[in-house]
């Protein structure tokens, strides 16, 4: 999910945007972590990664909120 998340977050979006504006520096750490995952998760190759990104993200709202729907976190898909 993080590794994924960072991903949008430095090429899909603005997200980051703001944090930007605050302290360039952050640049740097958040390469780092990005690679860092990158180089370390293989699931980001298969073919079914979609299916299990998926999963593992209905797994941590069940975990954090006991359900998984979205409409009860205010969350929206990606």
Do not use: C
Request: charged residues 25%; aromatic residues 8%; hydrophobic residues 40%.
């Amino acid at each position: 999910m993080l590794s994924d998340w960072l991903y949008q977050a430095m090429h899909q979006s603005d997200v980051l945007d703001d944090l930007l504006k605050t302290d360039r520096a952050v640049w740097s750490p958040i390469y780092a972590i990005s690679g860092a995952l990158e180089t370390t998760l293989a699931e980001i190759f298969m073919p079914n990664y979609d299916e299990r990104l998926k999963a593992a993200r209905q797994r941590l709202l069940v975990e954090m909120y006991g359900s998984d729907d979205e409409a009860e976190t205010g969350e929206t898909a990606s």
